[in-house]
């Protein structure tokens, strides 16, 4: 049968049917191509952007990338200038910005998606905690200056914007956890819970780390923000110049970003080269902290799959 | 043979919401029986199955009216708590869902969290060789739950329950997404199993209910329509309708 109706549109059409291109098939397939071409457009542009970014920067600051960059403190003078200050400032505060941002961000995530009641509450929740990932850093800032500064007498010190940074990276953090543990497939969650699990110990054993690489997604971007943040460090009043590395919580500060900032702000050309070797060492910081939460997503997965 | 009755369903309604689901319906299931439901798609086979170890309690506007019996008390009682219901009264479900971890943290994980006492690798063991997979796995203990073949997954499924110590295995379709193959293992598997536990079975296979259950009940459109042994549901039916379903007029 099928044969028969080959061979005999064989002979009517004189072309096999796998090879006919007649209709709208050319149409269709252009349409392909310009979608294709636009994707592969904006991606090249986007990328080409950063790339060129990088570059300026890198040729603009690369020569004043030595040791004593590393080890002497900012000063009047161009190449008496380093940021031992700033980064120890900076690791400060992603340390003590992690150490509460991501603890109670994670399990407020875990909270609102898994245990608790929804409801009108929940949703008010829900809504207020979106509304405060779009809150500009300035305002984080100046609650920070009159809550953490001024009303809990924490002064200008390291825990102030660690603190205020923290809330800032909240928002995010909770989300972005939300949402991976929202991925996380019901029948595994059901599962568990069919075998008389409570749902404390559902959510740690199976509904955590099934999201975890979702969750330490959301952990980058939040903290990569947060370090980067110049504005609410200004408003609560890092310094600008800084004579030393800050020994614990209560010591003033200053951070890469603020460094940057100030080096800008001069106009001598030199400390612009400076700012831009700092941007350098700024990017490695975020590359490190990055590669450290990639290897413990990749470690996760091993266990998993 | 005793006829000890461990689950008793009296004057159940269901509702989602505004739809009630299983309407108005009385069961009895014995003890170390297989207990099958059966019923075209919809008539609140997993729904009723579903309140039998309290899983409908995660379902929005989910509710309940009458009573389940489990050795002569409600589950659904002020004092019990769900998750004890549970432990008495595993599931199976129509997908094999092992959990995202090695093959021994699938089974050892529901006791561990249960406090249990004994040797936990020995209770992998048996679980494992009740449910029919030690040898097929006994080596790879340590690789994936996910490493298996649909049927094995299924296997592990069940395994997983055993090793809870359950006293009924509830099973929503456990063969539906399976091969034939895996769906005799299976099925012999429960024939083995309800020496020891009473089963209740969710199917959509006529052959399956014969072949598997002592008794049957058969759902429609939420309605019982006609309970009792199995062989007698199948040769001669009291209800019409029962008689058309089985017959395959209708599914
Ligand atoms: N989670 C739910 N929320 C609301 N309604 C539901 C829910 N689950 C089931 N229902 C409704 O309850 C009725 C019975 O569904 P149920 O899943 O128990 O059918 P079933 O007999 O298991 O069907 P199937 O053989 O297709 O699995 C259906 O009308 C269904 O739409
Ligand atoms: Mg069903």
Redesign the pocket.
């Known amino acids: 049968m099928i044969n028969l109706n080959l061979n005999s549109n064989a002979t009517t059409k004189s072309e096999h049917p796998l090879l006919d291109q007649k209709g709208n098939l050319g149409k269709r397939k252009l349409k392909s191509y310009i979608f294709a071409f636009m994707c592969f457009l904006a991606t090249v542009s986007v990328i080409g952007l950063i790339a060129y970014l990088i570059l300026d920067t890198y040729l603009q600051g690369s020569a004043w990338i030595n040791a004593d960059f590393f080890t002497n403190f900012a000063s009047r003078m161009p190449n008496k200038s380093g940021i031992k200050a700033a980064l120890f400032g900076t690791i400060w505060l992603l340390g003590i910005t992690a150490l509460f941002s991501i603890p109670v961000g994670v399990i407020s995530g875990i909270y609102l998606e898994e245990l608790m009641k929804r409801g009108y509450f929940h949703r008010f929740i829900s809504v207020n905690v979106s509304n405060l990932a779009g809150v500009p850093s300035v305002v984080y800032g100046i609650f920070g200056l009159a809550f953490f500064v001024r009303m809990l007498g924490f002064e200008r010190s390291l825990l102030s914007g660690a603190l205020t940074l923290s809330l800032m990276s909240l928002p995010v953090i909770i989300i972005s956890t939300r949402e991976a543990i929202a991925a996380v497939p019901s029948s595994i969650k059901m599962g568990a819970l069919a075998m008389g699990a409570t749902k404390w110990q559902t959510a740690r054993d199976h509904i955590f780390p099934t999201a975890l690489p979702g969750i330490l997604t959301g952990v980058i971007l939040a903290l990569s923000r947060a370090v980067g943040e110049t504005a609410p460090l200004i408003i609560l009043g890092a310094v600008s110049f800084l004579a030393f590395v800050p020994q614990g919580w209560n010591d003033g500060y200053t951070a890469l970003p603020m460094q940057i900032y100030t080096w800008v702000s001069k106009p001598q050309e030199e400390f612009h080269q400076l700012a831009a070797a700092t941007i350098i060492v700024l990017l490695g910081v975020l590359l490190v902290a990055n590669s450290i939460a990639i290897f413990i997503r990749i470690r996760s997965r091993k266990v998993k799959l | 043979m005793n006829k000890e009755t461990v689950i008793e369903v009296q004057k159940v309604g269901i509702w ?2 505004e ?1 009630k ?2 309407k108005d319906i009385n069961l009895t299931i014995e003890r170390q029986k297989v207990f099958a439901l059966i ?12 309140c039998f170890n309290r899983m ?1 309690d995660f ?4 509710r309940i009216e009458g009573s389940i019996s489990y050795r002569g008390m409600n589950i659904y009682d002020k004092k019990v708590d769900p998750v004890v219901v549970r432990k008495c009264i595993g599931m199976v479900f ?1 997908k094999p869902n092992p959990f995202p971890s090695s093959i021994f943290e699938n089974i050892a994980w529901a006791p561990r969290i249960n406090g249990y006492k004994g040797d936990i690798s020995e209770l992998v063991e048996t679980s494992l060789t009740k449910a029919g997979l030690w040898k097929e796995v006994k080596d790879r203990l340590k690789s994936s739950g996910f490493s298996l073949s649909g049927g094995q997954q299924q296997r592990l499924c069940i395994a997983r329950t055993i090793a809870m110590q359950p006293d009924v295995i509830l099973m ?2 456990p063969c539906s997404a399976l091969d034939p193959i895996s769906t005799s293992i299976i099925e012999e598997l429960i024939s083995e199993l309800k020496k020891q536990y009473s089963i209740v079975i ?1 199917t ?1 296979s006529m052959q399956q209910a014969a072949r598997v259950s002592d008794q049957t009940a058969f ?1 429609f459109r ?1 309605d019982l329509i006609e309970m009792g042994d199995t062989s007698k549901i199948f040769s001669m039916p009291d209800q019409k309708l029962t008689k058309e379903y089985i017959s395959g007029k209708f599914g």
């Open positions: 989602y919401g739809n689901a299983v019923g075209p798609s919809g008539c609140g086979k997993s729904t009723l199955l579903r409908n379902v929005d506007g989910f129509q929503d379709e969710v959509h759902l939420g």
